[in-house]
């Protein structure tokens, strides 16, 4: 949240013949993590998203790191993604409770919802490409997640028109909220996918 968003939010307290002083940077950070909890907690259960996050302040064109989330329980999910080394790409998987917590976080976009009974294979098909991601060719994080999109398409989890229409949706939403992002604007956005029903 920039600063002049947190203090326009936290001093809008009813007015008073007293001039309220500016929030304390505790007061800020206190602020964004009740947002941040808010938005965790509004997000229905065993969906699944695809996370962008910037790159460079400013933020450039089309320029995001990719992964999946998948949200689990009321203020917890999973997180999936491969992150590079120099050296190649590894597998960086695990739970987590602070998706929105991330500074580069740019947006969340909900492509499924997950029915219960399938929850094991979502994590089966995440895992899937982790010994052999370097082979993947032209291997780059976004091409990871819509390589496991192709898997969890062929699985009947995400349905959506094509491999090319899902990457340009996200491209588009990631360029639309991206300077919010860098503005530390929080909560983060989550969007429904048009392409994925």
Same mark, same amino acid.
């Given at each position: 949240?920039?600063?002049?968003?947190?203090?326009? &939010?936290?001093?809008?307290?009813?007015?008073?013949?007293?001039?309220?002083?500016?929030? =304390?940077?505790?007061?800020?950070?206190?602020?964004?993590?009740?947002? &941040?909890?808010?938005?965790?907690?509004?997000?229905?259960?065993?969906?699944?998203?695809?996370?962008?996050?910037?790159?460079?302040?400013?933020?450039?064109?089309?320029?995001?790191?990719?992964?999946?989330?998948?949200?689990?329980?009321?203020?917890?999910?999973?997180?999936?993604?491969?992150?590079?080394?120099?050296?190649?790409?590894?597998?960086?998987?695990?739970?987590?409770?602070?998706?929105?917590?991330?500074?580069?976080?740019?947006?969340?976009?909900?492509?499924? $919802?997950?029915?219960?009974?399938?929850?094991?294979?979502?994590?089966?098909?995440?895992?899937?490409?982790?010994?052999?991601?370097?082979?993947?060719?032209?291997?780059?994080?976004?091409?990871?997640?819509?390589?496991?999109?192709?898997?969890? $398409?062929?699985?009947?989890?995400?349905?959506?028109?094509?491999?090319?229409?899902?990457? &340009?949706?996200?491209?588009?939403?990631?360029?639309?909220? $991206?300077?919010?992002?860098?503005?530390? =604007? &929080?909560?983060?956005?989550?969007?429904?996918?048009?392409?994925?029903?």
């Amino acid at each position: 949240m920039s600063k002049s968003m947190a203090s326009s &939010q936290l001093s809008a307290a009813p007015s008073s013949s007293k001039a309220r002083l500016p929030p =304390t940077p505790q007061e800020r950070a206190l602020a964004i993590k009740k947002l &941040q909890e808010e938005a965790l907690s509004r997000l229905p259960l065993d969906s699944l998203y695809i996370v962008l996050w910037i790159r460079a302040d400013p933020p450039v064109s089309n320029d995001f790191h990719w992964g999946y989330y998948f949200h689990t329980a009321k203020l917890k999910g999973h997180k999936y993604h491969m992150k590079n080394m120099g050296h190649g790409w590894i597998a960086d998987h695990g739970p987590t409770n602070g998706v929105f917590k991330s500074n580069f976080l740019c947006v969340l976009i909900q492509i499924a $919802s997950i029915p219960p009974e399938k929850k094991s294979l979502v994590d089966q098909i995440m895992r899937s490409r982790d010994g052999d991601v370097n082979s993947i060719p032209g291997m780059s994080c976004r091409v990871w997640v819509l390589t496991i999109a192709e898997k969890l $398409s062929e699985n009947g989890l995400v349905r959506y028109t094509s491999r090319d229409a899902l990457e &340009q949706e996200c491209f588009r939403v990631g360029n639309q909220y $991206s300077a919010a992002a860098a503005e530390n =604007t &929080q909560p983060r956005p989550v969007v429904r996918s048009e392409v994925c029903h």
